[in-house]
């Protein structure tokens, strides 16, 4: 009983600070105390539940460095002149009507390819809300289509974290989960297509990037070699290189071009990568300005409280006298059903895609006892779920990182047809199941 009152409590806290429009940053710090008390109530000293804290931050302690890294590049992108040559270049092929749709593909390529959704927020994100920008294409729209794009990859790439988890918790092989992951997600994806190709034409962009290589001449010098950071991504990650290292060899190609060819200072560039671009025009800043480490900031304070829960649910079990209930309602709306119940749920109270698909796998092992079927049941559930819940990690960064509102992860539209999809499939074919049954 004790624990129900406190997640809801807990909830009942994110749901007040999000509709009064209060930073989840409050919601969160009163959620870690809400669970710290817990901990004392349940006969843990306070020594030990700081400890448990402590763990939890320790476990993402890299990803705090990809969030530094990340910060830095979305600044050094624009000021190196990387992303302004990269839209000079491209205006001139893509339509603004199909700009959506293209920003989709785009983003569903490069997080294949790096296995991140970050990188590719921080990355060809950044490049496709710049485009948008300058051609005029609303950012709610082509936020919605990033966000569907980056966790495309995150799903299924073989070198995702997230993929790799799930085959750790479920003992699994990866490319039969990749086989799996295509085949439930294929309509899915072709839906989320034809979605984007709609939206484009409804409410393509007005085509201004015709006259914007002239406006971005003012300020940068064009030339063909600026792309290099960004094709050194693409390079290293197609090598398997570190996504830390792939992203620091890439932050220093840029600065390198900063140097060289924008003819920034060492204080200009530091400045730069601290506290984001800064353009010189007016509309050009509306544009262009953002990015650096300051940036990322409020999403490192949310990884950090967040982090902070998972050792504290472990050595607690705050969370595990719920399996009983778990187990009725999979009864009810299929192993699948209760899954992406649980999956929802966790979600909202982990914060972070992680320690959500650890404790749903924690929860719902006994519902599905065939580990493939388990391990496609967590990528089509809690990896997409995840991303949806706008104080998570996994929904926070990458908004915060391509600037884009909030409320594009309502057009995020991958991200709810893939669990959609799945559910109806399930549950209809037990629905048969039950008919042949029980025939009439």
């Given at each position: ?136 294409v609303a950012p709610l729209y082509v936020g919605g289509a ?295």
């Amino acid at each position: 009983m004790l624990e129900i009152i406190v997640i809801f409590a807990f909830t009942g806290i994110l749901m007040g600070c999000i509709a009064l429009d209060v930073s989840i940053v409050y919601a969160l710090a009163a959620g870690y105390l809400i669970f710290f008390f817990y901990g004392l109530k349940k006969g843990h000293s306070a020594g030990e539940m700081v400890s448990m804290s402590v763990s939890g931050i320790k476990a993402v302690k890299n990803v705090l460095v990809v969030f530094l890294l990340i910060g830095m590049i979305t600044a050094l992108w624009r000021a190196a002149g990387t992303i302004p040559v990269i839209i000079c270049y491209s205006s001139r092929l893509i339509r603004p009507s199909a700009f959506i749709f293209i920003a989709f593909l785009l983003n569903c390529l490069v997080s294949v390819l790096t296995g991140t959704s970050f990188g590719t927020a921080a990355t060809m994100g950044v490049i496709c809300m710049s485009m948008a920008s300058a051609m005029g294409v609303a950012p709610l729209y082509v936020g919605g289509a990033v966000i569907s794009g980056i966790f495309f990859g995150d799903r299924c790439s073989p070198v995702s974290s997230s993929a790799l988890l799930v085959c750790e918790l479920t003992k699994t092989d990866i490319y039969g989960n990749i086989k799996a992951m295509v085949k439930t997600a294929l309509v899915p994806f072709l839906l989320t297509c034809a979605l984007y190709l709609v939206l484009g034409i409804f409410s393509g962009g007005n085509g201004a990037a015709a006259g914007v290589e002239e406006m971005f001449s003012e300020e940068f010098k064009i030339h063909w070699i600026l792309i290099l950071p960004a094709a050194l991504i693409l390079v290293l990650s197609v090598f398997r290189v570190n996504v830390k290292k792939t992203m620091a060899a890439s932050v220093l190609a840029a600065a390198v071009c900063c140097c060289v060819f924008q003819n920034l200072s060492a204080g200009e560039l530091v400045r730069t990568m601290v506290f984001g671009y800064q353009a010189k025009g007016e509309v050009l800043a509306s544009m262009m300005n953002g990015g650096g480490i300051l940036s990322m900031v409020r999403v490192m304070v949310v990884v950090g409280l967040s982090s902070s829960y998972a050792g504290i649910f472990e050595r607690t079990g705050l969370l595990t006298s719920m399996k009983r209930y778990i187990a009725a309602i999979g009864q009810k709306i299929t192993s699948f059903g209760g899954i992406l119940f649980v999956s929802a749920v966790t979600s909202m109270i982990a914060c972070n895609q992680t320690l959500a698909t650890m404790l749903t796998y924690q929860l719902c092992r006994d519902l599905e006892p065939d580990s493939e079927r388990m391990a496609i049941h967590l990528e089509n559930s809690v990896i997409v779920m995840a991303p949806l819940v706008p104080w998570s990690i996994a929904g926070a960064v990458p908004v915060a990182a391509i600037g884009a509102p909030a409320a594009s992860l309502v057009l995020a539209a991958y991200l709810y047809l893939v669990p959609a999809w799945n559910f109806l499939t399930e549950f209809g074919k037990r629905q048969k199941t039950v008919g042949k049954r029980h025939p009439a």
